[in-house]
């Protein structure tokens, strides 16, 4: 639901009216809730196959539910709050740029 808000719903504003219309702010938001969910999944994917390769090293130590929500609470963390690459440049700032042919 929350993707949809924030991402889907601006995109199909965007091709309606047929440029940003949302202003710069939330075009970093929305960059950022595109891509925060992305990178809590791969590092959860990361931490599982820790886990994994941890149990099969020692198959009998005790595990944590504990260590386990703290290790979600600072993957979710080091996802939100990681820079965004993905931001686009206006047509405006891209026609400003110069070229260097060599």
Known sequence: MLYTLCVI????????????VLGK????VMAQ?????V?????????????R?????NPFAETSTKLAK????????IASFQPSFSLHTTPS??????TVDV
Do not use: R
Not at 9 to 20: A, D, K, M, N, R
Not at 39 to 51: D, E, F, M
Not at 53 to 57: A, Q, S
Not at 70 to 77: E, F, P, R, S, T
């Open 53 to 57: 390769l941890k149990v099969l090293m």
């Open 25 to 28: 702010a939330y075009c970093v």
């Open 70 to 77: 703290i290790g979600i609470a600072v993957i979710w963390a």
């Open 39 to 51: 990178s809590a999944n791969t590092l959860t994917v990361l931490a599982i196959t820790g886990y």
């Open 93 to 98: 700032q891209s026609s400003t740029k110069k």
């Open 9 to 20: 719903l601006p995109q199909l504003i965007t091709y309606i009216v047929g440029g940003w």
């Open 33 to 37: 809730v595109g891509i925060i969910p």
